[in-house]
Nanobody, 117 residues
Framework: QVQLVESGGGLAQTGGSLRLSCAAPGSIFSRSAVAWYRQAPGKQRDFVARILTTNATIYADSVRGRFTISRDNAKNTVWLQMSSLKPEDTAVYYC???????????WGQGTQVIVSS
């Protein structure tokens, strides 16, 4: 079972920054669109950002201009740089890799982000 590995979560103050990373096996990474989702307590899992194999990026309205997603295929890693953090960014952040060839989805275990006011 392929699993992605997230890291970089933690506690930040309002206005602060955190950088999340997501590592995946090279066998799928370079062929996958990779996305970040987040889930706050008692709420559904929401889309945050996605980066395609072409390096094109897509952002949710709530994070556009504050978050930046990037990837390094040589390191099989995707990062989510989060700046100007707000308390409403508090959530568990999940990495997702979608392999277009097989329509398979792979998930990480999640990393907690807490933004204090």
């Amino acid at each position: 079972q392929v699993q992605l590995v997230e890291s970089g979560g933690g506690l930040a103050q309002t206005g602060g920054s955190l950088r999340l990373s997501c590592a995946a096996p090279g066998s799928i990474f370079s062929r996958s669109a990779v996305a970040w989702y987040r889930q706050a307590p008692g709420k559904q899992r929401d889309f945050v950002a996605r980066i395609l194999t072409t390096n094109a990026t897509i952002y949710a309205d709530s994070v556009r201009g504050r978050f930046t997603i990037s990837r390094d295929n040589a390191k099989n890693t995707v990062w989510l740089q989060m700046s100007s953090l707000k308390p409403e960014d508090t959530a568990v952040y999940y990495c997702n890799a979608h392999l277009w060839a097989s329509n398979d989805d792979y998930w990480g275990q999640g990393t907690q982000v807490i933004v204090s006011s």
